[in-house]
């Protein structure tokens, strides 16, 4: 299983971006996914998280500006990023729970990673 992040960027403060995080390969079901971020000199931190049945919660930070989505026909999970702050600058992960093979167990794969710069 790959996950393939894309959409990050520079922006200036309040504009908006949109993340994307393909899942590709041998896959029974995807289960929780989510977006992760870490700025330099920083632990990475969880921003949105979404299960299997759509139900999502946020970091304090992203609650009201950001909204997670995914699309389980395309394998895909959005971040919608709005209102932005030069805070919100870090590189953004994706994550999700993944089982292969019916039966089998629930693993967890991460993207690659995408840089999102906010200016002031």
């Known amino acids: 299983v790959q996950l393939q992040a894309s959409g990050g960027g520079l922006v200036q403060a309040g504009g908006s971006l949109r993340l994307s995080c393909a899942a590709s390969?041998?896959?029974?079901?995807?289960?929780?996914m989510g977006w992760y971020r870490q700025a330099p000199g920083k632990q990475r931190e969880l921003v949105a998280h979404i299960s299997s049945g759509g139900s999502t919660n946020y970091a304090d930070s992203a609650e009201g500006r950001f909204a997670i989505s995914r699309d389980d026909a395309k394998n895909t999970v959005y971040l919608q990023m709005t209102s932005l702050k030069p805070e919100d600058t870090a590189v953004y992960y994706c994550?999700?729970?993944?089982?292969?093979?019916?039966?089998?167990?629930?693993?967890?794969?991460w993207g690659q990673g995408t840089q999102v710069t906010v200016s002031s």
């Open positions: 390969g041998s896959m029974f079901s995807s289960n929780n």
């Open positions: 994550k999700a729970d993944v089982r292969a093979i019916r039966g089998g167990p629930v693993r967890e794969y």
